[in-house]
């Protein structure tokens, strides 16, 4: 059974710092792209950054050039620097990993993280 275990959010000020990690396991399988989603209240989920198999990032243009994602295979995590936070970028912050040749989609339980003004 595959599973994603994410740790690192909390409570920082604006213009502060959080780095999230994402532990993968249970896979048998390699995975293709990983990424990270926010959901805010009342909002829809929506993809924060992504990552492929080899290494090339994707990002919202509401965090470029604020977060960096990267990727190490060989203990299967994902990592989301976050810096210069802003107020917005509350929410909560999902793992997300996709295996392509089974089209296997799997989530995280979410990491709060609340940005004060």
């Known amino acids: 059974q595959v599973q994603l275990v994410e740790s690192g959010g909390g409570l920082v000020k604006a213009g502060g710092s959080l780095r999230l990690s994402c532990a993968a396991s249970g896979s048998t399988l390699s995975f293709n792209n990983m990424g990270w989603y926010r959901q805010a209240p009342g909002k829809q989920r929506e993809l924060v950054a992504s990552i492929t198999s080899g290494g090339r990032p994707n990002y919202a243009d509401s965090v470029k050039g604020r977060f960096t994602i990267s990727r190490a295979d060989a203990e299967n995590t994902v990592t989301l620097q976050m810096n210069s936070l802003k107020p917005e970028d509350t929410a909560v912050y999902y793992c997300?990993?996709?295996?392509?040749?089974?089209?296997?989609?799997?989530w995280g339980q979410g990491t709060q993280v609340t940005v004060s003004s």
């Open positions: 997300n990993a996709f295996v392509r040749v089974i089209g296997a989609v799997y």
